[in-house]
């Protein structure tokens, strides 16, 4: 059964950098069927796509937060990341990673999530 | 881009039939399939329809996921409500180069 990890730090100071990663267990990451996406939610708040990577490395991500977001896998680890870059108040969230069917776009599974503060 | 809108919350008594609809911006539902998880308190979502109407095993038969062309909106539907459906419902669609969440409904068993 495949399953998702989220780990990374809890707290970034604003303007610094986010960085995450999502630990795939019980399947390959190089799978040709599957993209692997980031998501978030503030507190409170809905679910906002952030972007998805192929094993290739091909990415896809929100227009809106293109400026300053990376994604990037490592098929040896079979896990992939996340950086954001000049972090605010506004980008503090529960962060999910989540497997994305290739075709219909289904995310299943997703991980457990971990949130992110931003705060000096 | 575009947006899908649901409505805020909706309530409803054990045993009754509750509809959250989500409404697409700009292209056409049909274009791309449309994914319905559900969210329970503390917990991460999970899927109770996908490919606009299949149900993952696992997933009562009570939920139903459906597409009208003529309002651009995919629906679903939880019949015989229980009070464990009590939750955050959220549709999930794409285009060419992104994916989108609806605004999300809080489903309320009265």
């Known amino acids: 059964q495949l399953q998702l990890q989220e780990s990374g730090p809890g707290l970034v100071k604003p303007s610094e950098t986010l960085s995450l990663t999502c630990a795939v267990s019980?399947?390959?990451?190089?799978?040709?069927?599957?993209?692997w996406v980031w998501i978030r939610q503030p507190p409170g708040m809905g679910l906002e796509w952030i972007g998805s990577?192929?094993?290739?490395?091909?990415?896809y991500y929100k227009p809106s937060l293109k400026r300053r977001v990376t994604m990037s896998v490592d098929t040896s680890k079979n896990h992939f990341s996340l950086k954001l870059t000049s972090v605010t108040a506004a980008d503090t969230a529960l962060y999910y990673c989540?497997?994305?069917?290739?075709?219909?776009?289904?995310?299943?599974?997703w991980g457990q999530g971990t949130l992110v503060t931003v705060s000096s | 881009n575009f947006v899908l809108t649901q409505p805020h919350s909706v309530s409803e008594s054990p045993g009754k039939t509750v509809t959250i609809s989500c409404t697409r911006s700009?292209?056409?539902?049909?274009?791309?399939?449309v994914q319905w998880y559900q969210q329970r308190p503390d917990s991460a979502p999970t899927t109770v329809i996908y490919?606009?109407?299949?149900?993952p095993s696992g997933v009562p038969d009570r939920f139903s996921g459906s597409i009208d062309r003529s309002s651009n909106s995919a629906s679903l539907t939880i019949s015989g409500l229980k009070t464990e459906d009590e939750a955050d419902y959220y549709c999930?669609?794409?285009?060419?180069?992104?994916?989108?969440f609806g605004t999300g409904t809080k489903v309320t068993v009265l």
């Open positions: 989540a497997r994305r069917y290739i075709v219909t776009h289904r995310f299943d599974p």
């Open positions: 019980g399947g390959s990451i190089s799978r040709t069927t599957y993209y």
């Open positions: 990577i192929f094993y290739t490395g091909s990415t």
């Open positions: 700009s292209g056409s539902i049909a274009s791309n399939y």
């Open positions: 490919e606009d109407n299949q149900r």
């Open positions: 999930q669609s794409f285009d060419r180069i992104m994916d989108v």
